[in-house]
């Protein structure tokens, strides 16, 4: 039987592999990780800070993810946005797209380039 309710994201998380999940610096790796309430009829499309995220998984739960870089994110919190929810079953789309809060934890990380101040160059 087709269910006519369509999907909800009952899990999203967002946490960078900086030492601190809730910060970043270039070279860390911001992930995104969704559960939907069921199957979907496609990955979602995902952006993280604006840039395209290379999106894996299937069925209902996915992995979005980018490396943190200067030349693309600026400084400053960074957020998400999930798009294309829609079941594999009936086909109906989720009520409210895109998605930019997490259901639990943070819903942006601060982004940071740190500075050379202090830094000594020998020639």
Known sequence: ETSAVPP??????FASSNGDPTAAV?????T?????????????TVTIG??????????????ATITASAATLTAGPVGFAIAGVQSASSGLAAAAQPITAATSGPSA??????????WTIQY
């Open 8 to 13: 909800t994201l009952t899990v999203v998380t």
């Open 26 to 30: 270039p070279g860390d790796t911001l």
């Open 32 to 44: 995104l990780t969704i559960t939907a309430s069921e199957g979907l009829a496609a990955p979602p």
């Open 50 to 63: 604006g840039q395209a995220a290379t999106v894996t998984g299937t069925g209902a739960a996915y992995r």
């Open 109 to 118: 990380i601060t982004f940071s380039v740190p500075s050379n101040e202090g």
